[in-house]
């Protein structure tokens, strides 16, 4: 195995991302080797990841990119040949803290990296993986540097009976209360021996970016209709999602526009401009928000 892991890792400076997915599976054909197993020496290999990209200087800039973006291009296969169990490892040990890393280093990377991922989610109708992990993450990011840790209004309170806040719209999303959350999932999904990151807040940019990408993710499934392998038709989970996802963003762009400079140009360069888009794809999206369910339009909310 580790001979197999060696030389997959030895190509990802000079293999095209495109050409992953039929390299993978010469690899599996010609082994007995599972994509899980596959997926999880692959994983563990992120450490060696991260030395590429702080050292991207000594390297040909295509280089260390190709590095990142065969990497991320490789687990995503084996995510989708494994199934969605290893979702959650993916996201904590290896997608947010290279969506961290790479926002630093080269933003343009951070938006392949970021939609190598979400075609992942599209492919597997996995939308409950972001309901529990990214996007309450991203939110309460933007939310505390607002100083904003409590509203009954946001929609991820209600989004599902397994969300990071636990469907509590009374509880004070303070950091402990979070960071407690935060645990309970780790230590479900992720291995003792696993090096996750304590640090929870992005700069603003990233959680609006990440968010905004995210939601036209979901658009753009939704309108691809039905999902292989799925029980959903006509992106149904995906509208409902998105149509959360909205409501959250809208009540934070009003929020946002009031604030510093920084947060009013991160609301009017990444959230405003998916919001209008949102509405051009569809009139109208049903939001599971606390209480009575609502419709968000783009004229009005309707009760």
């Not at 990802?12 to 997926?39: E, H, K």
């Not at 959230?271 to 783009?298: C, D, E, M, W, Y």
Request: aromatic fraction near 12%; include cysteine; charge should be negative.
């Amino acid at each position: 195995m580790e001979t197999i892991v060696a030389s997959i890792w030895s190509s990802f400076r000079r293999v095209p991302p495109a050409a992953i997915p039929a390299m993978m599976d010469c690899i599996l054909a010609a082994t007995a080797v599972s994509p899980s197993s596959l997926f999880s020496d692959l994983a563990n290999e992120f450490p060696n990841l991260i030395k590429v990209i702080e050292q991207e200087s000594e390297m040909v800039e295509s280089e260390w990119r190709n590095c990142v973006l065969t990497y991320v291009a490789a687990l995503s296969h084996f995510l989708k040949k494994s199934g969605t169990h290893h979702m959650h490892t993916f996201v904590w040990k290896v997608w947010i803290p290279l969506l961290k890393l790479t926002h630093t280093y080269d933003y343009e990377l951070f938006n392949e990296v970021t939609s190598l991922f979400l075609d992942v989610i599209i492919g597997t109708d996995s939308w409950e993986v972001l309901e529990e992990t990214v996007v309450p993450l991203m939110l309460r990011s933007i939310g505390q540097s607002m100083g904003v840790f409590k509203s009954a209004e946001l929609a991820i309170y209600n989004w599902s009976g397994h969300t990071i806040f636990e469907r509590s719209i009374d509880k004070d999303l303070s950091s402990k209360s979070f960071d407690n959350s935060r645990r309970k999932l780790t230590e479900k999904y992720i291995p003792t021996d696993f090096s996750v990151s304590n640090s929870y807040d992005f700069p603003l940019s990233m959680s609006c970016n990440t968010l905004t990408l995210t939601l036209d993710a979901a658009l753009r499934n939704k309108h691809e209709g039905i999902v292989s392998g799925s029980t959903s038709t006509n992106g149904s989970q995906a509208i409902l999602f998105a149509g959360n996802m909205l409501w959250d963003l809208c009540n934070l762009s009003l929020q946002m526009l009031s604030q510093s400079f920084e947060h009013r140009s991160s609301a009017i360069r990444f959230l405003l401009p998916f919001i209008f888009k949102s509405f051009a794809h569809n009139h109208s999206f049903q939001v599971a928000a606390p209480g009575t369910p609502r419709v968000l339009t783009r004229y009005i909310s309707l009760y």
